[in-house]
């Protein structure tokens, strides 16, 4: 069983940066494709990044690229997200999952997700 902890969220400034990590425990964290995903109220989880096992693959939301990037660093079992130029449709819980396999957009492919952190950017 992996548990997923995310933290980092908080509420900034539309144009400011954030860093989210997630720290895996309970299992062997670099046999994990790992994915960031973000819902806001009332909208479907929706995918803002992904990263392979060995870190060499980045895949991103169309909403967020060239603004997030997604890393990972297997020897702390963790996973970033850096966040800049936020903006306020930014706003949601984001959570980290980990899943088996090579990794997708698609939330159902993730076996593992931690309880989310809440990132507000205002305007």
């Known amino acids: 069983q992996v548990q997923l902890v995310e933290s980092g969220g908080g509420l900034v400034q539309a144009g400011a940066s954030l860093r989210l990590s997630c720290v895996a425990s309970?299992?062997?964290?670099?046999?994990?494709?790992m994915g960031w995903f973000r819902q806001a109220p009332g909208k479907e989880r929706e995918f803002v990044a992904r990263?392979?096992?060995?870190?060499?693959?980045?895949y991103y939301g169309e909403s967020v690229k060239g603004r997030f990037t997604i890393s990972r660093d297997n020897a702390k079992n963790t996973v970033y997200l850096q966040m800049n130029s936020l903006k306020p449709e930014d706003t949601a819980v984001y959570y980290c999952?980990?899943?088996?396999?090579?990794?997708?957009?698609?939330?159902?492919?993730?076996?593992?997700w931690g309880q989310g952190t809440q990132v507000t950017v205002s305007s």
């Open positions: 990263i392979s096992r060995a870190g060499s693959l980045r």
């Open positions: 999952a980990a899943g088996y396999g090579l990794g997708s957009s698609d939330p159902t492919r993730y076996d593992y």
């Open positions: 309970g299992g062997t964290f670099s046999s994990y494709a």
